[in-house]
């Protein structure tokens, strides 16, 4: 039963005996315990005279040199090391709470995520005590606006980190689709550069780490296909494919950011491409939270396990029923 101060021994101990009890056993001596303690050593040997009293025991063996911790106070100690550190504890989740109630936390998420994932993180937050400012953006200038403190935690797609401080834990991964108008028809698929003698392909610029990833990809397959068509963000290439002009390389959560395009548009897995007989392999990008470590409590853990549950229970399966795909076609499995 915990203890109350209606039942409570009269003479109970108080935090400050304890601690010197603590430091005198740690210290292996008085005299270094008064120094710890910055008193002195006549104040620590009252401090051990009046617990011995209220305990009706002897804690310290005086007739070793240095003395030593008595059986009973040898256990006093183990109990009160205990009691210390829970109210160490006790002190610092009652602060935690009060903090809280002042935290600003600066969430940058790039336009994907924050466009389909970021209503999902504010509901689910809303009734708790932090108060979240949602900021969107390319993962390039996210990551430096982390590492510049502009921003306390981000979703980006970069896996690694110049700043020994900061940690990312991986959220999930998602596969690169084809996307073609609906309109368009064909028997089988082979290169994509073949398909871009039918259609014109509409990409990703450069400039945009999706449109570097995608140039990597066709490059590694020998696919050489003109720069036509080139923008910095999903919505305005899926109208142009939506509108039959053309097809494009993109994630099913950049579809799902443009959903009002889907019922238009056809997605087709990478795999059922092929050159000489053999399938292309996957192209994909992994989502990672980044954060400082030990800094802003339990929040970035609590948000890493919400965002892993959105994905994997609630996304991805509105994603694969919206784009006639699997939920494992939309959200990748860890090891891939």
């Known amino acids: 039963m915990a203890t109350t101060k209606e039942n409570a021994p009269e003479n109970f101990p108080d935090w400050g005996l304890l601690a010197s009890w603590v430091a005198v056993v740690e210290a292996g001596s008085i005299s270094d315990a008064a120094s710890r303690l910055s008193i002195s050593q006549a104040g620590v040997s009252l401090r051990i005279k009046a617990l011995e009293s209220i305990l009706d025991t002897s804690l310290l063996d005086r007739a070793t040199r240095p003395a030593r911790p008595t059986a009973a106070g040898q256990r006093l100690f183990e109990h009160a090391t205990v009691l210390l550190q829970g109210a160490d504890q006790m002190v610092e989740s009652v602060r935690n709470v009060t903090r809280a109630k002042r935290i600003v936390v600066r969430l940058g998420c790039v336009d994907s995520f924050a466009a389909t994932i970021g209503p999902i993180i504010i509901r689910a937050l809303s009734g708790t005590s932090h108060q979240i400012r949602l900021w969107s953006g390319i993962t390039p200038t996210l990551d430096a606006q982390l590492e510049a403190r502009q921003l ?35 028997d089988r698929f082979t290169t994509i550069a073949e398909l871009s003698r039918h259609l014109q392909f509409i990409r990703y610029s450069a400039r945009s780490v999706i449109g570097q990833h995608v140039d990597a990809y066709l490059a590694a397959h020998g696919e050489d296909i003109d720069r036509t068509c080139e923008f910095d963000a999903t919505d305005p290439m899926l109208s142009l494919v939506a509108a039959g002009l053309g097809f494009a390389l993109t994630t099913p959560l950049c579809l799902w950011q443009s959903r009002h395009y889907v019922q238009d548009v056809r997605v087709v897995p990478l795999s059922s491409f092929s050159r000489h007989g053999r399938p292309y392999q996957q192209l994909s990008r992994s989502f990672y939270l980044a954060y400082r470590e030990n800094e802003l409590g339990h929040l970035p853990a609590d948000l890493y396990d919400l965002l892993r549950r959105a994905v994997e229970r609630q996304v991805s399966r509105d994603i694969a029923k919206a784009l006639s795909l ?11």
Do not use: H, W
């Open 152 to 186: 306390d935690m981000a979703v980006t797609t970069t896996s690694f980190t110049n700043a020994g401080s900061i940690r990312r834990q991986k959220l999930f991964t998602e596969p690169y689709v084809a996307v073609l108008p609906k309109s368009f028809e064909v």
């Open 326 to 336: 699997r939920p494992e076609e939309v959200c990748l499995p860890d090891d891939e």
